[in-house]
């Protein structure tokens, strides 16, 4: 009507309804009504857009990464822009005046979902645009295991928990020359020479080639040239590391260490290997998400983990659950406290046992039943079937078209007859072949109306069961004796 145009037409009057493609139709529809009611069209004054930016990868420990708030670029001016993160507790994010969102030295933990509006005046008209963007974070294959053993004369608990931390310290500069990192764990034994006075301390350090600044040849944001970057740095970088760990250990044979509440004890080395390995970093998995690199390993998202040495995203067992992406371990339910399914990604999925007995009963018990259901329900689909074929093959058995018609007929005449009780007439009998002959009128007398020849020609058949049926009815009939009685 008039008066809604007017009122739609009234400026600033405008509806959120949530999209572009509504507040399209809205505007055109408002263009009509306007043009119709004579009032002066008026655009919108709010007008908000949503996009999705799809996937966007990030190495582990890159050095810098960019991403712009929107993937084409803008032509208006007097940009704004907006970040937020989709988390309980979003960290603080870092910003360029140009609107790119920086991550340095990105870890695991920085994935998750991240949303960026962009906001603008365009023909006096105050425009919003939102991008969402799902960022996971990734590492090229690559990595180094170094196995160190020592001689003691002390095999303590607390020697074998201090030690790895004691000679990653003693590789401090080396970490920082070669850019890689360090994480060890020791064990400890009797020697098989001396059991009883000399031990041996094995050290395994794990060596991450994706230290501080390990990518700082790699500044492409193009994803297949940076990628390919990456390899061929994981690749020099191990050889790299590899050469200064042996320098190192051939120069330090000895280690004294002391404490303030342990006596002093010597280590001294007998041993130095290495094994390459091509394996996921905890949290991580390879998903083959990544098209320009299937082999990588994506982080996990929330709801899985993956331990170290592990190359796959698991989901969290029943009872466990996990928060963020990255996680080699997932955290348990607080006690009397369950989860219905695995896979959880939230501490409001543990509930009590005493909810979820039913439910997992009754998820255990579908696939017996179904195991139970399921091949009767094939049993009887199989009978039916092969009754089918079989009544099939009984009612049209192959023979010539003409046999099996007359073979048909046949066989109905005998089942008439002989239910009947009536002797079969041969359909050429003479004058005197009996009642059949001279009993044509009762078939004239039921068919008025028809012509003389389909009622003197009417089949042997149809004679022999009017008869039939006037003799159930026990309704007298006339013989030849009776006509020579009555003449």
């Known amino acids: 009507t008039a008066q809604q145009g007017r009122m739609l037409c009234a400026p600033g009057v405008w509806p959120d309804l949530g999209g572009p493609r509504v507040l399209g139709t809205m505007g055109i529809l408002t263009l009509v009504l306007c043009s119709c009611s004579g009032q002066p069209a008026s655009l919108p004054a709010i007008s908000s857009w949503e996009h999705q930016g799809g996937l966007v990868f990030i190495h582990t420990a890159s050095s810098l990464y960019s991403l712009p708030c929107s993937p084409i670029r803008m032509e208006a001016a007097d940009h704004t822009y907006h970040w937020v993160q989709d988390r309980a507790a979003p960290k603080l994010l870092s910003v360029t005046k140009e ?15 991240y949303s960026c509006t962009i906001s603008y005046m365009k023909h006096r008209v105050h425009v919003s645009q939102t991008f969402h963007y799902s960022i996971f974070g990734y590492h090229v294959l690559g990595g180094l295991d170094t196995v160190l053993l020592f001689h003691s004369k002390l095999c303590e608990d607390k020697w074998t928990r201090k030690f790895p931390w004691v000679l990653q310290y003693k590789l401090r500069q080396l970490e920082i020359k070669q850019h890689c990192k360090l994480q060890g764990t020791a064990t400890c034994f009797p020697s098989l020479n001396n059991p009883s006075d000399m031990f041996i301390i094995q050290v395994q350090l794990e060596v991450s080639l994706f ?4 990518d700082k040849h790699c500044n492409s944001q193009d994803m297949e040239t940076v990628t390919d970057c990456y390899h061929k740095t994981v690749r020099h970088n191990l050889w790299q590391v590899q050469l200064a760990h042996t320098r190192f250990f051939k120069e330090h044979k000895s280690f004294h260490v002391t404490g303030a509440d342990i006596p002093s004890i010597n280590f001294t080395n007998e041993f130095v290997g290495f094994l390459k390995t091509e394996q996921c970093s905890r949290g991580y998995g390879q998903t083959k998400q990544l098209q320009r690199c299937l082999n990588c390993c994506i982080v996990c998202p929330p709801g899985t983990f993956s331990p170290p040495k592990n190359s796959q995203c698991s989901p969290c067992p029943v009872g466990t659950y996990s928060l963020t992406y990255g996680v080699a371990f997932c955290t348990p339910c607080k006690d009397s406290m369950i989860t219905a399914v695995p ?11 005493e909810r979820t007995k039913q439910a997992v009963s009754i998820t255990h018990r579908i696939p017996v039943l179904l195991l139970i259901i399921l091949p009767v329900i094939l049993a009887i689909n199989f009978l039916f079937i092969l009754s089918s074929c079989y009544w099939f093959y009984q009612e049209y058995q192959v023979s010539p078209p003409r046999a099996s018609k ?11 007859t002989s239910f009947f009780r009536i002797p079969r007439q041969c359909p050429h009998a003479g004058p005197g072949a009996g009642p059949a002959s001279d009993t044509s009128h009762l078939d004239t ?7 003389e020849e389909h009622t003197h020609g009417a089949s042997p058949l149809a004679v022999t069961l009017n008869l039939a049926t006037v ?3 026990t309704t007298p009939v006339l013989t030849l004796e009776d006509r020579k009685d009555t003449f």
Do not use: I, N, Y
């Open 445 to 451: 007398s039921e068919s008025q109306g028809g012509d």
């Open 471 to 473: 003799a159930d009815e």
């Open 99 to 113: 609107g790119h969102l920086l991550f340095h030295h990105f870890q695991a933990g920085d994935s998750g979902k």
């Open 406 to 416: 007359m073979t048909g007929s046949s066989t109905r005449m005998e089942t008439v």
């Open 211 to 214: 230290g501080p600044h390990w």
């Open 343 to 353: 896979g959880a990604s939230s501490m409001m999925d543990c509930v009590k046992k």
